[in-house]
């Protein structure tokens, strides 16, 4: 890529990836055109599959032959044994939200560049270069988002930037995970982060919602779908003469695509869902907005804001709720976890873990009553 001419650069698209004009065997340098701020010059080694990155000044102030002047003496230093980078922590962190959406998928990627996003692209720690990064600032950037949020959140953002720094380690962008792996969590702030809505307050969201929106919310309610699941669902995979739904997730991009057949037993659900496909074409959307289009994750997510304002509910209420309280409701009723596991797309390990606390006390009472000798 002819990077080094200016007419050139400024024909590239904006994109997260780097432009990169090899210089030789493991040595690259690139340009970062941003969909925000400036052109920046980066620099790549790589060595036996291991890589690391560094950075060399922004375009309008730096030219191609300092930038180059600068990558050179870098790559001198990477190829004595030099374990030097000048990658920032906001730089890893987007290195790391690239390798989600290629590995795991979208959802984990926006998911983790929502958290960065939020508290540490425009955090004091997001400009730190890796080699600098110290165990005090850490600690002082997890304090701090314990004052304006909670611990529960704080920690789930840590667990993030720890995902983020040791992937960047493993990249060879730093040499020692000392400056976070010596931070811990809040303790006692893990509490399951879904909230538990009734059947009356799940009513209350239904009644108070957009048609298109109760509609879907009604959905998830019945299936206890992830609502990605629901929300790419459709007619044709509403199977009325097997009384049942299939629902689809995939993890990663390209990734295996894991199908179930969701069974309808439920005369209320399998009503509910024949009138939902009543008229409609097999490629139609089951859930479609007032536009008649499939539900976009962010539409999805506004909306929900809006009616939880409204109705004045808590904030942690959001549409993965329903499926919470789904499986919630199957586990207490004391359908085995097994079925439940499998009607819900997820490991007997996982409902272990999150739902056993339901059904501790009734195990406990039916072991009483068992007379083994």
Same mark, same amino acid.
């Given at each position: 890529?002819?990077?080094?001419?200016?007419? *050139?650069?400024?024909?590239?698209?904006?994109?997260?990836?780097? !432009?990169?004009?090899?210089?030789?065997?493991?040595?690259?340098?690139?340009?970062?055109?941003?969909?925000?701020?400036?052109?920046?010059?980066?620099?790549?080694?790589?060595?036996?599959?291991?890589?690391?990155?560094? #950075?060399?000044?922004?375009?309008?102030?730096?030219?191609?032959?300092?930038? +180059?002047?600068?990558?050179?003496?870098?790559?001198?230093? &990477?190829?004595?044994?030099?374990?030097?980078?000048?990658?920032?922590?906001?730089?890893?962190?987007?290195? !790391?939200?690239?390798?989600?959406r290629v590995?795991?998928?979208?959802?984990?990627?926006?998911?983790?560049?929502?958290?960065?996003?939020?508290?540490?692209?425009?955090?004091?720690?997001?400009?730190?270069? =890796?080699?600098?990064?110290?165990?005090?600032?850490?600690?002082?950037?997890?304090?701090?988002?314990?004052?304006?949020?909670?611990? &529960?959140?704080?920690?789930?953002?840590?667990?993030?930037? #720890?995902?983020?720094?040791?992937?960047?380690?493993?990249?060879?962008?730093?040499?020692?995970?000392?400056?976070?792996? +010596?931070?811990?969590?809040?303790?006692?702030?893990?509490?399951?982060?879904?909230?538990?809505?009734?059947?009356?307050?799940r009513r209350? +969201?239904?009644?108070?919602?957009?048609?298109?929106?109760?509609?879907?919310?009604?959905?998830?309610?019945?299936?206890?779908?992830?609502?990605?699941?629901?929300?790419?669902?459709?007619?044709?995979?509403?199977?009325?003469?097997?009384?049942?739904?299939?629902?689809?997730?995939?993890?990663?991009?390209?990734?295996?695509?894991? *199908?179930?057949?969701?069974?309808?037993?439920?005369?209320?659900?399998?009503?509910?869902? #024949?009138?939902?496909?009543?008229?409609?074409?097999?490629?139609?959307?089951?859930?479609?907005?007032?536009?008649?289009?499939?539900?976009?994750?962010?539409?999805?997510?506004?909306?929900?804001?809006?009616?939880?304002?409204? =109705?004045?509910?808590?904030?942690?209420?959001?549409?993965?709720?329903?499926?919470?309280?789904?499986?919630?409701?199957w586990v207490?009723?004391?359908?085995?976890?097994?079925?439940?596991?499998?009607? &819900?797309?997820?490991?007997?390990?996982?409902?272990?873990?999150?739902?056993?606390?339901?059904?501790?006390?009734?195990?406990?009472? #039916?072991?009483?009553? *068992?007379?083994? +000798?």
């Amino acid at each position: 890529m002819d990077i080094h001419i200016a007419k *050139v650069r400024d024909t590239l698209p904006q994109r997260s990836a780097p !432009y990169w004009r090899v210089i030789k065997k493991g040595c690259a340098v690139g340009l970062r055109r941003n969909r925000t701020g400036e052109d920046t010059w980066v620099g790549r080694y790589r060595l036996d599959g291991v890589k690391q990155f560094a #950075k060399f000044g922004r375009v309008s102030v730096t030219t191609w032959e300092q930038a +180059l002047k600068q990558a050179q003496k870098w790559f001198a230093e &990477c190829e004595a044994g030099q374990k030097t980078s000048y990658v920032t922590v906001t730089e890893a962190c987007r290195l !790391y939200v690239e390798n989600r959406r290629v590995e795991k998928g979208d959802s984990t990627a926006d998911d983790a560049e929502r958290r960065f996003k939020a508290q540490v692209y425009d955090h004091p720690i997001g400009k730190k270069q =890796l080699r600098k990064l110290s165990t005090t600032d850490v600690e002082k950037w997890r304090n701090g988002m314990a004052t304006k949020s909670t611990k &529960c959140a704080a920690n789930r953002n840590l667990r993030s930037f #720890k995902a983020a720094m040791n992937y960047a380690r493993r990249q060879g962008l730093a040499s020692t995970d000392d400056a976070w792996g +010596l931070v811990g969590m809040f303790p006692g702030a893990d509490g399951r982060r879904e909230l538990y809505l009734s059947p009356a307050e799940r009513r209350e +969201l239904i009644d108070g919602a957009y048609s298109w929106l109760a509609a879907f919310l009604t959905g998830l309610a019945h299936t206890g779908a992830r609502p990605g699941e629901l929300r790419q669902a459709t007619v044709g995979d509403l199977d009325l003469k097997a009384r049942t739904l299939k629902l689809s997730t995939r993890k990663g991009n390209g990734g295996t695509l894991r *199908v179930r057949h969701f069974p309808l037993s439920n005369p209320q659900a399998y009503a509910f869902f #024949k009138q939902q496909a009543s008229g409609k074409l097999p490629s139609a959307p089951l859930f479609p907005t007032a536009a008649g289009g499939f539900i976009a994750e962010a539409v999805l997510s506004s909306s929900i804001r809006k009616v939880r304002r409204k =109705l004045a509910l808590p904030k942690g209420v959001v549409a993965y709720c329903f499926r919470h309280a789904a499986i919630s409701d199957w586990v207490t009723a004391g359908i085995p976890v097994a079925a439940v596991a499998r009607m &819900c797309g997820t490991s007997i390990e996982r409902i272990n873990q999150n739902y056993f606390h339901l059904i501790e006390g009734s195990v406990d009472d #039916k072991l009483a009553e *068992v007379a083994l +000798l």
